[in-house]
């Protein structure tokens, strides 16, 4: 897969099928689309082209939503790499790109950019200046600038409407495995390892201190869950605590991972942790030592799930 960052710097002589959006999650029913698109280039002998955005149209278009993420754009790459996508475009979504009108987006990128021959598209997609752009536009379009346009039903996306938004709500909610079933793989957090107060080491559970450096990247409720990473080559399972670290008066949130059987020093290393299961909420404890025997219990549970699910 050839990746562009701008849509300027991608031309194409060959016939182009394209699919557009921003995929956040890029979850089952999001490669409905993508397979079908790869698909359907290769019997015709065209280039499969994705088209997304950075960022997200809503931090642009509605700043005071404040949207947070399921996936950084590093990770949004790596999930479509696995795919086999010819070429990924991804291009700066601004206030101007915005107000192109549903037209000139189809005339100007579609047609003179990207050569296209077939557009495939979900269900509900939308486009142009205030989303006028809609399934039978392009159809329109198509008729006069001689390309195809394919909408994926929605009963073929799934018997249920699978959403990035609803995924959104589950993994803020804590409900992770049901969001992990919606993905089609386990919700990941990306981020560096940083130095703690080591406070985890003193009571028998060492832990990794994860910084995310993405302030737009969805983190789930405050709590603890069961995890896993793939740390030279391999997997190794653990448990991971967000939150505020009340037994010991903490102040900011941290994300703090403490690994089963492991302890390799990992500061400055740039890690991924797989989310599995929400375990329990964060609670403030009487003393350490209760801290200490409830952490022994979450390990106890989080074992007995790997053992039994994994």
Known sequence: MKIYTNLHN?????????TIGTFDGVHIGHKKVIKDLINSA???GATSVLLTFFPHPRMVLQKETNIKLINTIEERIQLLEKLGLDILVIHEFNEKFAKQSALDF????????LNIGKLVIGYDHHFGNNREGNFKQLVEYGKIYNFDVKAIPRQDISNIAISSTKIRKAIERGQIIEANQNLGYPFMISGNIVKGKNLGEKIGFPTANLHVNEMYK?????????????IKNK????MMNIGFRPT???KNQTIEIHFFDFNQNLYNETIQVDVLKFLREEQKF??????????????ENSIKFIQNHL
């Open 218 to 230: 969805l983190l789930p409720k405050t709590g603890a869950y069961i995890v896993t990473s793939e």
């Open 235 to 238: 997997q190794i399972f653990g």
């Open 10 to 18: 991608y031309t194409s002589k060959n016939k182009t099928f394209v």
């Open 106 to 113: 189809v005339k100007n990128v579609l047609v003179n950019k």
């Open 248 to 250: 010991v008066s903490g």
């Open 286 to 299: 009487e003393s350490i030592e209760d801290l200490k025997n409830q952490l022994k219990k979450d390990k």
């Open 42 to 44: 290769k019997k015709n």
